[in-house]
């Protein structure tokens, strides 16, 4: 692989970051723009056995019995059913990890690929210092 060949590896490796982090950053808004739901979803799973216990009569559960009951609230406002909201947040959760996941595999290939570009021009210094030597070397033999 030539210096080039590099370069113009690292810089397809920079663009495919650039695409992953603007998918990233997309799907985050969609996330923030569901939280509300999203959140109501998982309380109501969370605290249904706390709403159970305060209406068989149990103390000390008001304040999870309010939070079930607001929850339930905002899915009902929300106009989603519980199923499709439930696969909606897991199918925007999964992307998000794959992305994720891909984002953290294409800097190390950059990481390499840097450190690969550096490696490359110090052997080309190496290089450049020690040719003329050899040429010295070679003229000094074939003069004897």
Known sequence: STPEDMTAFQNRTEETLVALTTQRTILNVKKKRRRKLYTAL?????????????????????????????????????????????????????QLAEINREIRSVRK???MCTKMLEKMQEMERNIQKIEPEQKKRHKAQASR
């Open 109 to 111: 290939k950059l990481k």
């Open 42 to 94: 998982a309380d109501v799973e969370s605290l249904a056995e706390a709403k159970k216990l305060y209406e068989e009569g149990m103390s000390g559960m008001e304040e999870e019995a309010a939070r079930y009951a607001e929850a339930v609230s905002v899915l009902e406002k929300g106009a989603i059913s519980r199923e499709v909201l439930a696969r909606e947040k897991s199918d925007l959760y999964n």
